[in-house]
């Protein structure tokens, strides 16, 4: 079961946290206040999650959570980043 959660958090990071948000108290353990998991929903999904998996894990983040966490802001650019390339919606000089 957890392997599909981790699956399914891969592809839709959005989803999963409004189902640990609504029935969990995973999210609350990791944060103080509510305002970082809402803003991480809109804007780092992929680095809410990993933070809120180092936090609930290990307590605190180093060793191998760092790494984890530096991948998923990578993974949280690449996918805020990407997408304008790829629909075109940048504009080329050579037009």
Known sequence: ???????????FPRFVLIVLGVFTHYLGR?????IWPILGFFFLPYTTLAYAYSINSNGRIDGLYVVLLIVAVLMDLGVIGGSAKASGMTRDPSR
């Open 1 to 11: 079961m957890p392997c599909l959660l981790a699956l399914i958090a891969f592809f």
């Open 30 to 34: 990791a944060y103080d206040s509510a």
